[in-house]
């Protein structure tokens, strides 16, 4: 299986602040790669998906990047709104796999 | 709009059965393979299954192999998920998954508690 691994675990951040999140593969996924959102009770949203490319009505603030192993999802700007739980996942290859998540805050 | 309505998920005792379902609307069902994903208690998603349009191609992940059944039946629009010899460690809540780059869409979810 494919091992996901993110950093941090977790953040704490300002309101206005970028935020970087990293996923790394165990091995080559090219750019077979989603983020999504988890806000607390409700079911994880698609952010990005290709590594790079906008969930529709998903706002700009958000940014994905990378390729084979290592990859980033950026907030720009970081708002209240943006608190909850970041994955990513490969699906490159069956079963899909997840990081373990990157729990954002606001400082 | 694409929804997902997932029903099924109860309290069971270990080694116990239960049939997940999964009826989907908004979108051309039988043109997309759908997955099950779980998430336990504290925990981050883990994928369980995946069918591929007609039914013919499935994907189990190495923990539910041979204790869990997917299906679908594209006439009712619906997918399901059979759960047999259930373990503690299978409690979670279970989402409904279109496996478009990934998973685009989720339903809900239903919960799922094995316990005596």
């Not at chain 1, 691994?5 to 090219?30: E, M, Y």
């Not at chain 2, 043109?31 to 349009?53: D, L, N, T």
């Not at chain 2, 759960?83 to 990934?102: E, Q, W």
Request: charged share 15%; proline share 4%.
């Amino acid at each position: 299986d494919i091992q996901m691994t993110q950093s941090p675990s977790s953040l704490s951040a300002s309101v206005g602040d970028r935020v970087t999140i990293t996923c790394r593969a165990s091995q080559d996924i090219s750019t077979w790669l989603v983020w999504y959102q988890q806000k607390a009770e409700k079911a994880p949203k698609s952010l990005i998906y290709a590594a790079s490319t906008l969930q529709s009505g998903v706002t700009s603030r958000f940014s994905g990047s990378g390729s084979g192993t290592d990859f980033t999802l950026t907030i720009s700007s970081l708002q209240p709104e943006d608190v909850a739980t970041y994955y990513c996942q490969q699906y490159r290859n069956f079963p899909y796999t997840f990081g373990q998540g990157t729990k954002v805050e606001i400082k | 709009q694409v929804e997902l309505v997932e029903s099924g998920g109860a309290l069971v005792k270990p080694g116990g059965s239960l049939r997940l379902s999964c009826v989907a609307s908004g979108f051309t069902f039988s043109h997309y393979y759908m997955a099950w994903i779980r998430q336990a208690p504290g925990k981050g998603p883990e994928f369980v299954s995946c069918i591929f349009h007609s039914g013919g191609t499935v994907y189990y992940a190495d923990s539910v192999r041979g204790r869990f059944t997917i299906s679908r039946d594209n006439t009712k629009n619906s997918l399901y998920l059979q759960m047999n010899s259930l373990r503690a460690d299978d409690t979670a809540i279970y989402y409904c998954v279109r496996a478009v780059d990934g998973g685009d869409s989720w339903g809900q979810g239903t919960p799922v508690t094995v316990s005596t």
